[in-house]
């Protein structure tokens, strides 16, 4: 069975910081891009955080500099380190993989979310 299981998500106060952490199925290592994305309550699901096969990253705007994508490969962990935290980084967070032209329409395989929340 495939899966993906995030946790790691909690309360905070802005300017703190959290790491998330997504513990995948080992077949799924074979997919090219996995990546985080969050939804706030009455917003669409926002991408926010990539990372190829190969060890590329890429952030949206929105978390660059704030959030850094990480994976280890050995164990099968996805990682979101999230620092200086904002009241608006509020959200239900996920992770997601598929071959990377997929990922980039709208991933197949997602966990079922942690979430975040920074208060002021």
């Known amino acids: 069975q495939l899966q993906l299981v995030e946790s790691g998500g909690g309360s905070v106060q802005a300017g703190g910081s959290l790491r998330l952490s997504c513990t995948f199925t080992?077949?799924?290592?074979?997919?090219?891009?996995m990546g985080w994305f969050r939804q706030a309550p009455g917003k669409e699901r926002e991408w926010i955080a990539r990372?190829?096969?190969?060890?590329?990253?890429t952030a949206a705007d929105s978390v660059k500099g704030r959030f850094a994508i990480s994976k280890d490969n050995a164990n099968n962990i996805l990682w979101l380190q999230m620092n200086s935290l904002k009241v608006e980084d509020t959200a239900m967070y996920y992770c997601?993989?598929?071959?990377?032209?997929?990922?980039?329409?709208?991933?197949?395989?997602w966990g079922q979310g942690t979430q975040v929340t920074v208060s002021s």
């Open positions: 997601a993989t598929d071959n990377c032209i997929q990922f980039l329409r709208r991933p197949n395989y």
């Open positions: 080992p077949a799924l290592s074979r997919m090219g891009c």
């Open positions: 990372i190829g096969s190969g060890g590329t990253t």
